[in-house]
């Protein structure tokens, strides 16, 4: 007899293959997806490092996900014409171009198509801008992300005020996440319903001008 969780995990997967169907950047016929108690494993080969990032966010939209093992590889061979010189020249060239990032301040380290970040910036947004820029350029295969930021003074009112954007936000689980500070660090614990939720605690939490780090511990609860 089929169980009750093997029927809810079929479900999810048919959810999943449905999603990334949809998602206009992902050739989901090179997709796998495999569901075991709500946690999602993708597997098989892609063309391009942005099309295994789109791939994991579709399936974190899907209701009833709780966690996403992305196993997907860029395929071998994938614009093997563009060599680690071809492609930390194009990202420098994105870099500089790029409105939203102080020039120079992104460091560039291309090791056989996998990017190292490194450098000092103001804010977590900046952050992601520039491993966004890289996600786009041909013959990246993985991003190892190590831009820091500033250091910043804490101030004793930053988990009050991020709980008061929380509700703002109008996230439906705000009460049930708590947030505590160290210095400039701020933790997240609760449980939301659904990983949008979970992403933009985080976010709130990071547009703080007090925040040097998020440690994002909530747990996704379908």
Not at 9 to 32: M, R, T
Not at 171 to 182: E, F, G, H, N, W
């Amino acid at each position: 007899m089929t169980t009750p969780t093997v029927n809810h995990d079929h479900l999810i997967q048919e959810d999943v293959k449905e999603e990334l169907a949809w998602a206009p950047q992902v050739e989901d016929a090179h997709v796998g997806v495999s569901v075991l108690d709500g946690i999602v494993t993708l597997s098989g080969e892609v063309d391009t490092y942005t099309e295994r990032v789109e791939a994991r966010n579709a399936a974190l939209r899907v209701s009833g996900v709780s966690v996403v093992a992305n196993d997907l590889e860029v395929r071998s061979g994938t614009h093997r014409d563009r060599t680690d010189t071809d492609i930390a020249a194009a990202i420098l060239h994105a870099l500089d171009w790029s409105a939203d990032l102080p020039l120079g301040d992104v460091q560039v380290e291309v090791r056989d198509h996998v990017v190292r970040l490194s450098g000092v910036m103001t804010w977590n947004y900046q952050r992601l801008a520039a491993e966004r820029l890289v996600r786009g350029i041909a013959g990246v295969k993985q991003i190892d992300n190590r831009i820091e930021l500033t250091a910043r003074v804490s101030a004793t009112d930053t988990a009050k005020l991020i709980k008061s954007a929380l509700v703002r936000h109008a996230l439906q689980d705000a009460k049930a996440i708590s947030v505590t500070t160290v210095g400039s660090e701020v933790t997240l614990t609760g449980h939301v319903s659904t990983w949008a939720e979970k992403n933009d605690a985080a976010h709130a939490a990071w547009s703080s001008p007090h925040t040097s780090a998020v440690h994002n511990k909530i747990t996704v609860r379908p």
